[in-house]
């Protein structure tokens, strides 16, 4: 089975599994974080398309830099710590995103995949309202720092090339 259609099949299963959890945020359980105002968006470093690295790597690569890890913690802290917890590793509320959660829902499937997910239904409620693009590649970039993933030189940026050819493996032994 090629790498695309199973991080798609990795998906569908995820959602199977995440589902029932984040319908709990409804029964009351968790409630979504109060989004108030949107933090304002700084204009992102401009990055030119020849600078981005889109080779095939894994999230144990240094694909993402320590000042992206520190923006998407801030983010994190303030958006998703409430329900996912101060480790990632989940709450009572919330599915763990990191450690064995992350590896047994996400193994093989690229950072888009995960990217998209975190977009397309995060915070609940108001997904897709926590920033930009790039505020949630910086908050991915966190939860893989927050997974055991070490930074970089690598910019992680939202282009869909370099993001779907960087895969999240469980680590290496060394």
């Known amino acids: ?16 599994i995440a ?3 984040s319908a709990q945020h409804a029964g009351g359980v968790a409630a979504p974080p109060d989004l108030g105002e949107l933090p304002e968006v700084a204009a992102s470093e401009q990055i030119s398309s020849d600078e981005i690295d889109t080779s095939e790597r894994t999230i144990w690569d240094g694909v993402f830099t320590a000042e992206q890890a520190v923006a998407g913690g801030a983010l994190y802290t303030k958006y998703c710590q409430g329900c996912h917890g101060k480790t990632g ?32 239904n995060m915070p609940p409620g108001n997904a897709g309202r926590i920033g930009n693009e790039q505020d949630y590649v910086n ?11 070490e930074p ?6 939202w ?14 032994r060394d």
């Not at 089975?1 to 199977?16: D, E, Q, R, T």
């Not at 009572?92 to 992350?102: I, Y």
């Not at 829902?105 to 888009?112: H, K, Q, V, Y």
């Open 152 to 157: 970089g030189e690598s910019k992680l940026v």
């Open 19 to 21: 589902l029932p959890v």
């Open 1 to 16: 089975m090629n790498k695309k259609v199973l991080g798609i099949a990795s998906v569908v299963g995820f959602l199977a």
């Open 159 to 172: 282009n869909e090339d370099q993001l779907s050819n960087i895969y999240i493996v469980r680590k290496p």
């Open 89 to 120: 590793r989940g709450t009572p509320g919330g599915p763990g995103v990191t450690g064995a959660n992350l590896n047994k829902a996400w193994e093989e499937t690229s950072l888009l995949d995960f990217y998209l997910f975190a977009h397309g």
């Open 139 to 149: 908050i991915v970039a966190y939860i893989m720092e927050m997974h055991g993933a």
